[in-house]
């Protein structure tokens, strides 16, 4: 074998190298799709934490396979001007461990509603 050949040879394994990359990309976003699709339509309520954090997990990103997710968050005092409804980027349930800094526990659609109901009122006070 020269010099040529082994270019040739090498470049046809990257090729393979890369078709088989993009296939095993494919099963593993299947895979998160299936994972990720049993928590759609599921409420969830922080643990752990001084503030009260809730969630809703609302859809699934069909490109990256990425829970779309709406969180509800403010702190119980009603002193406490922080308040907010805004996107979650981050949230996989199925990865959970110890050092994770957010604990969540599944809850029903009528506790999250209470706890909007609470944020919209507050957004509601600060609007002139």
Same mark, same amino acid.
């Given at each position: 074998?020269?010099?040529?050949?082994?270019?040739?040879?090498?470049?046809?394994?990257?090729?393979?190298?890369?078709?088989?990359?993009?296939?095993?990309?494919? /099963?593993?976003?299947?895979? %998160?799709?299936?994972?990720?699709?049993?928590? +759609?339509?599921?409420?969830?309520? $922080? *643990?752990?934490? !001084?503030?009260?954090?809730?969630?809703?997990?609302?859809?699934?990103?069909?490109?990256?396979?990425?829970?779309?997710?709406?969180?509800?968050?403010?702190?119980?005092?009603?002193?406490?001007?922080?308040?907010?409804?805004? /996107?979650?980027?981050?949230? %996989?349930?199925?990865?959970?461990?110890?050092? +994770?800094?957010?604990?969540?526990? $599944? *809850?029903?659609? !009528?506790?999250?509603?209470?706890?909007?109901?609470?944020?919209?009122?507050?957004?509601?006070?600060?609007?002139?």
């Amino acid at each position: 074998m020269n010099r040529e050949e082994a270019l040739a040879e090498l470049t046809q394994l990257r090729t393979r190298e890369k078709q088989l990359r993009e296939f095993i990309n494919e /099963f593993d976003l299947e895979e %998160k799709y299936k994972l990720a699709s049993n928590y +759609v339509g599921k409420y969830y309520i $922080e *643990t752990k934490g !001084d503030s009260i954090r809730l969630l809703h997990v609302y859809g699934l990103d069909s490109e990256s396979s990425q829970l779309l997710v709406l969180c509800i968050s403010y702190w119980p005092s009603e002193e406490d001007s922080y308040f907010g409804i805004d /996107f979650y980027s981050y949230f %996989k349930p199925w990865e959970e461990d110890e050092d +994770v800094i957010f604990k969540w526990k $599944e *809850t029903t659609k !009528d506790e999250y509603l209470k706890h909007y109901n609470e944020v919209q009122r507050r957004i509601s006070k600060t609007i002139i």
